[in-house]
């Protein structure tokens, strides 16, 4: 036990010294939550019709908006920027912990306030944001959302704010884990009760996630040397830049949720069965940037606000632009075969008997068009963590409202006027993350002036254009092999025709970059020879790979 104790609190006690392990870290745990929340979707597709997983997923939108407002943006742009001021000695770990607890009780009695207030309305809020849905269907709705907003809530509040000492500790692995643990929750209550108790075992299940999530994070604290009984104080002067930064975060959540409703509330205007498709289709598209965009953002947010703070904001852009150069070698790919093979992948991650073929190419169109902007929305999460370095909130606030009116109102026209079909609300959203990206950028770079624009616009056309190379021939490759060599009836010949066009995919993409962008390769074998596991078998060729292949000279890592 004593072993076993030790081994725990050195897991516990990891730290992450630099942006690339640190990213890795996050990435890899990322990756793990992301994917086993596919299964968990997967799960739920199997044991639930498509109709009854609109209510389940409408069920989380109220109590989403809450959370997103009042905790989620707020400890990610106000809270960690001013505890990573501090250092980590005893004597302000529990200031840092006295901040946090004070902060919590204040997060708290809002929620309170709100639920005083919106309980005896509850049914008729719900009714309001599905107006296709049934009075049936919003009374089974609003019931699930009470239980959700109640209990989850208040559990992941306390959670994350544990998560973001982890965070300014650099120690990112548990926070990783806990969305783990989040996931299995749900699972084992959809397996354990579906058939019993329908959609409340899922209800169940998420209850037992979030309980999960936080008690895998509290036993880190402890280890880490924080305590835990703290009396909050509201005399710290910190309190007051925290709010100072927090107002127009919040404002800046409430119009990105409120957008999110929007999506909820129109796409139940076409249909039973609509909001699912939309929503797996979202949290698919989340998949890849959860694994490089959110995972670079939680983890470059305390590097950068460490530069900022010792003024290196020439080096901090310089940072920026390699990160966006490699969010665009990565995406790129991802996003073509989200376009060309998008229902493949949607019949072989969702296919069953529960989830038919409509429901199948609905989800499929959707997903095609929210690719369209996958560097853009994987970029949007690290640039705004720039300006949450800076101590500047008010200019995503203000690019946040102006482009998701935009979005909002190209989706009211789609839906409302237009009729056109549920996979527009993707459209609208591509359209305007891309336009708001691009004005944070351009606004960051007239403010400090140590970017080259032309230079890096031209590099990122070039990283298009081979993608839209690639597509073409992913495209050809695909009406070839169906029905010539592959049934894909079949799930185990749709698997092979998926594969062989994802591999042939990234043949023509990497042999076009060797051709056109040969830096780009070579910075990917540098960074892939940083990975322990990779470095004897790289540095063996190392001579080959540059000189020979890549006709490059050999130069030392600074």
Known sequence: MKQFWQAIKKIYQQKQGTLYSSTIAVSLTLLCARLLGIVKLRILTSFYRKEELDLFFAAFRFPDFIFEVLIAGSIASCFIPLISELTASQSEKRTIMQFAQTLSWILLLLWVVLLVITIPFFEKITGMLLPGYSISAVKLVSS???????????????????????????????????????????????IGGAHRWGLQAAIFGVLIGAASYLLVLVPGLIILGYPLAVPPTFKDARLKRFFTLFLPRVFSSLVSQIDATVDLSLSTLRGMGSYSSFYIAQNFKILPVSFFGIAISQTALPFFSDMYNQGKKERLLQVLVQIIQQVFFVMIPISVFFIVLRIPLIR??????????????????????????????????IITRVYFALHDTKTPFIAGVIFTVLNTVLSIVAIVFLHLPVWYLAASFSISITLNVMVLFYILIRRYDHVSLPRLTVQLIVFTGIGFIMGVGVWLLRNLLDGLLFNTQRTLDLFFLTSTCILFGYAIYLYLLWIFMPSQIRYLFELLSRLEFLKVPLSKYRKVIYTNILNLPIEEKT
């Not at 998560?163 to 996931?183: H, R, S």
């Not at 072989?348 to 429901?359: I, N, R, T």
């Not at 499929?364 to 068009?369: E, G, P, Q, R, Y």
């Open 348 to 381: 072989l991650f969702f296919g069953s008997k529960k989830f038919d073929w409509e429901a199948t190419v609905t989800t499929a169109n959707i997903l095609s068009l929210f690719a369209l902007s996958l560097p853009f929305h994987t970029i949007y999460y």
């Open 144 to 190: 699930m959302s009470l239980l959700i907003l109640i209990f989850q809530v208040p559990l992941l509040l306390v959670a994350n704010f544990a998560a973001a000492i982890f965070q300014t500790e650099k120690q990112f692995l548990i926070p990783g884990l806990a969305p783990i643990f989040y996931n299995v929750g749900i699972i084992a209550g959809v």
